[in-house]
Nanobody, 127 residues
Framework: QVQLAESGGGSVQTGGSLTLSCVISGYAYSTYWMAWFRQGPGKDREIVAAVYTGTGASYYADSVKGRFAISQDTVKDNTRYLQMNSLRPNDTAMYYC???????????????????WGQGTQVAVSS
């Protein structure tokens, strides 16, 4: 059974930084899609960023480009990080890690294409 576990959320002030981590377990292969979504109070779930581990190619929502970055753990192949810099109050949300196998269609930013989801980690940014 594939499981995802996020960690690293917390509370920061505007302009601060946080690093979220996502660990995938129970998946036998090194190639998959991993994405970060977020859902703020009263808002729909929205894409933040995604990475295709086969090539390392990463994709970002316009709202976070230049501020957020996905990276891989240098030792643990099953761990990815979302480095979040220059945080703003409207980044406040529950952040979810999601993953899916490499095959299949759909857009990287669509939540419905992801098979597995973590429980989420809360990020709060105060002004």
């Amino acid at each position: 059974q594939v499981q995802l576990a996020e960690s690293g959320g917390g509370s920061v002030q505007t302009g601060g930084s946080l690093t979220l981590s996502c660990v995938i377990s129970g998946y036998a292969y090194s190639t998959y899609w991993m994405a970060w979504f977020r859902q703020g109070p009263g808002k729909d779930r929205e894409i933040v960023a995604a990475v295709y581990t086969g090539t390392g190619a990463s994709y970002y929502a316009d709202s976070v480009k230049g501020r957020f970055a996905i990276s891989q753990d240098t030792v643990k192949d099953n761990t990815r990080y979302l480095q979040m810099n220059s945080l703003r109050p409207n980044d406040t949300a529950m952040y979810y890690c999601a993953a899916r196998p490499p095959n299949g269609g759909g857009r990287w930013y669509s939540p419905e294409i992801y098979n597995w989801w973590g429980q989420g980690t809360q990020v709060a940014v105060s002004s």
